[in-house]
Every structure is written in structure tokens, then in C-alpha cells.
């Protein structure tokens, strides 16, 4: 029996009492709405996973995509770096093509390389896969929030989705691409297919967000991984509205809305425009220049480039202090990577990472 088949959805008025409680307390937060908490806060994208051994042992038999349908698999693998990091927030472990799968798009995530799209989108007859995500179609991604936040007490839970230019492009070029040549050809050559194909794209975006908030995540990230491969004018026209149409439905929900991408330093005053409180920033550009171009009026994440771990402890220890000093430049600042964990990382330099932060 799976709960929440009917169609009446939960009260969205106003914050829970465990919310409400959390936003007044929560480092994560509190620095996400633009305060300075009495530290700074951590977290790692692609903290889940990756590099935990006890991931990897409760993973060896399960798909990827699998485990993310199993909710006791997901609570545990997203509380699994909680309990070795202690970061500042949890990161609901899914993946950004779980939505297109749950919508019926014959997609696989192959180790080693990526999300695998059996019938990549070129035509307009291929659109009409992308239905919008009903709770329904999801039923164990509420059901491991609610596990989530039983367990995580006063650690806030994020709930995460893909951008529709980064999904678009796994769905045009069928697989990871370094130049995007596909996804761009279609963009300039049928911008009206495109704009119907990012409409479709925001709105499963908006429905997996949906499901989450509703179920009680804490704060919501916007990985647009791969805008960075534009102009800002193009991003402007071609991207940026259907992620604004994504991060105005959360504009009365109460929780923090990040906007991350990779090589993104042109792109930042627009990817906060977008309706961002909190704009991820990868390791190119310093977090006060970032800051800067962010308009100085919100919140900003970031920025150590990932390979810092495997640099010497001082080199390392210097560099977590200099992220946090420029950090200190925006209205509020949450410790990250400028991208994700890289798998080879030590996970005891990432336990060691929150110590130097936290200590900052
Ligand atoms: O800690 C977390 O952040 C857990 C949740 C999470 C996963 N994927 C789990 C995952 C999140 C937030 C993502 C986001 C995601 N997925 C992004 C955006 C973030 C980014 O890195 O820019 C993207 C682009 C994807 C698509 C995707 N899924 C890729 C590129 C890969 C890696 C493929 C590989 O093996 O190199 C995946 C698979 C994936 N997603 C794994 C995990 C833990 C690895 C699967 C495994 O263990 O075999």
C-alpha cells in the first residue's frame, strides 16, 4: 500500500513547525536568506555516494536508478555522508534523470559514463514522451523525505532537480557531450521546438521539486551543470526563462532556491536574476568577484575546486581559508565545492574539510 494516491495535496501555507524552528537555527539556513551564522556552513554536492565504501557495498547488487526508487536505499545513502561529514545539510540522493524515467523516457545511468538515452530527442513527435510528473509517479521520493527528516532532526534536507538546458542536453545528444553541438544546432535552427522542449523540461522539473518540498525537504538546488557552455545571450534567450518559470513556483514555499552551474562566471548576475536566493559558483571565479557579479544581494555557494584534496594539509588549509575569507564578501556564504566530490577524493579529507570550515 502506497500512501498519498488520492489527489489532495498537503497544506502549502505558511512553514512547518519543524521549519519554522530550523530557519530561525540552521547555519545552512540562515546563510542562505543572506545572515552570517555563528559558523560557516558545508556541505559537498555529490556528497552521497561516490566515495563512501559503505556506499558502494549497499549499492553492488542495484541499478542506479533502482536504488533511487527504493526509499529505504535512498534514506540510507543520503544519511550515510551525514554520518561521516557532519556537513550542514543533507543532499537527497536521486539523480536529475529520475523524472524523465518516472515519465516513461527510456534512459539509463551506465557507470563510468553517464545518463544513456535510447531515443534522443530531434523531432517534434518526440515530445510527446515528456508528460508532466504526477506525485504518483514518484510515490518513494515523499516517502523517503518523510524517513529523511524524522532522522535528521535539526540538519536540513535538500531537494534537488536538473535545469532544463542540462536535461535538454542529455536528451538531444542521447548521452554526455563535451560541446553540446546537437543541443545548440536544434536551439538556433527550430527555437520553437526548443522553447516547447525546455516548457516540457520545466515543468517535470517543477512537479520532482514539488514532490519534495511538499514531502518536507528543507531548501531546493537547480543544478544546471552544463549552461556554462553559453554566452550570456544566449542564455538569456534561450534558457533562462524556463528556469525562471522552475524557481518562481517555490517563491512561496519558504525554502531557499540555489541556482548552480559549472563555468558559469559570465552567466552569474543572470543566474541569480532568474529568481535564485543563492547562486553556486564552480572554483573559476572568487567568491568576492562572484559575489560581485551577482549583484551583492544574495547569497552565494561555493567555491574549492574539488581537486584541493589531494593537495598537501597546508596548501589544502590555506585555500578552505581563503574561500571563506572572500565568502565573507556576499550577504551570506554556504562552503561547497565549486562541482562535485571527485571520486577518488579521501573521505577523511572531506571530514577534515568541515572541521577547517567550521573552525574558520
Ligand atoms: O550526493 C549527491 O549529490 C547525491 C545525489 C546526486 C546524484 N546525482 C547521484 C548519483 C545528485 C545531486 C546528482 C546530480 C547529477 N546527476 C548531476 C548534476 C550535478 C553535477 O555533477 O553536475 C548530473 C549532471 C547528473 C547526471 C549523472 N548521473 C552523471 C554525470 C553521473 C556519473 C556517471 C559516472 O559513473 O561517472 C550520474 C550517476 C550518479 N548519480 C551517481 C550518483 C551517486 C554514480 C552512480 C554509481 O554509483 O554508479
Not at 521549519?19 to 542562505?32: C, D, E, K, N, V
Not at 536529475?96 to 515519465?103: E, N, Q, Y
Amino acid at each position: 500500500m502506497s500512501l498519498g494516491t488520492t489527489a489532495v495535496a498537503p497544506p502549502r501555507s505558511g512553514l512547518s513547525p519543524r521549519r519554522r524552528g530550523l530557519t530561525a537555527t540552521s547555519p545552512f539556513l540562515r546563510a542562505a536568506a543572506g545572515d552570517r551564522p555563528e559558523r560557516v556552513p558545508v556541505w559537498f554536492m555529490r556528497q552521497a555516494g561516490r566515495v563512501l565504501p559503505e556506499y558502494r557495498a549497499l549499492r553492488a547488487t542495484t541499478a542506479m536508478l533502482d536504488s533511487c526508487r527504493n526509499a529505504e536505499m535512498v534514506t540510507e545513502i543520503t544519511l550515510q555522508p551525514v554520518r561521516r561529514f557532519r556537513p550542514d545539510a543533507a543532499i537527497f540522493f536521486s539523480d536529475i534523470v529520475l523524472p524523465l524515467a518516472a515519465v516513461g523516457v527510456d534512459v539509463d545511468i551506465v557507470a563510468g559514463v553517464g545518463p544513456v538515452v535510447a531515443q534522443p530527442i530531434r523531432a517534434r513527435a518526440d515530445l510527446d514522451v515528456l508528460r508532466p510528473l504526477q506525485p504518483d509517479d514518484v510515490p518513494y521520493v515523499s516517502t523517503a523525505v518523510g524517513m529523511l527528516i524524522r532522522e535528521l532532526g535539526e540538519t536540513p534536507l535538500i531537494g534537488f532537480a536538473g535545469a532544463p538546458f542540462t536535461l535538454a542536453s542529455y536528451l538531444i545528444e542521447g548521452g554526455p557531450s563535451r560541446s553540446h553541438t546537437r543541443t545548440k544546432a536544434l536551439m538556433y535552427s527550430d527555437p520553437e521546438l526548443w522553447h516547447d522542449l525546455l516548457g516540457r523540461l520545466a515543468e517535470i522539473t517543477t512537479g520532482f521539486l514539488r514532490v519534495q518540498v511538499d514531502a518536507g525537504a528543507d531548501a531546493v538546488q537547480l543544478f544546471d551543470s552544463w549552461a556554462g557552455a553559453l554566452n550570456e545571450d544566449d542564455y538569456l534567450r534561450y534558457v533562462a526563462p524556463h528556469s525562471a518559470r522552475v524557481l518562481s513556483a517555490f517563491a512561496d514555499d519558504g525554502v531557499p532556491r540555489i541556482h548552480f552551474g559549472v563555468n558559469t562566471g559570465q552567466l552569474l548576475g543572470a543566474m541569480g536574476a532568474a529568481g535564485a536566493d543563492v547562486v553556486g559558483v564552480d572554483w573559476r571565479v572568487p567568491l568576492d568577484e562572484a559575489a560581485l557579479r551577482v549583484g551583492g544581494d544574495r547569497a552565494v555557494q561555493g567555491n574549492l575546486d574539488p581537486a584541493t584534496v589531494f593537495a598537501p594539509a597546508d596548501v589544502l588549509a590555506e585555500k578552505v581559508r581563503d574561500v571563506c575569507r572572500r565568502g565573507a564578501a556576499a550577504p551570506g556564504h554556504i562552503f561547497n565545492f565549486g562541482h562535485g566530490v571527485l571520486p577518488e577524493s579521501d573521505p577523511g579529507v572531506l571530514a577534515h574539510i568541515v572541521d577547517l570550515v567550521h573552525e574558520f
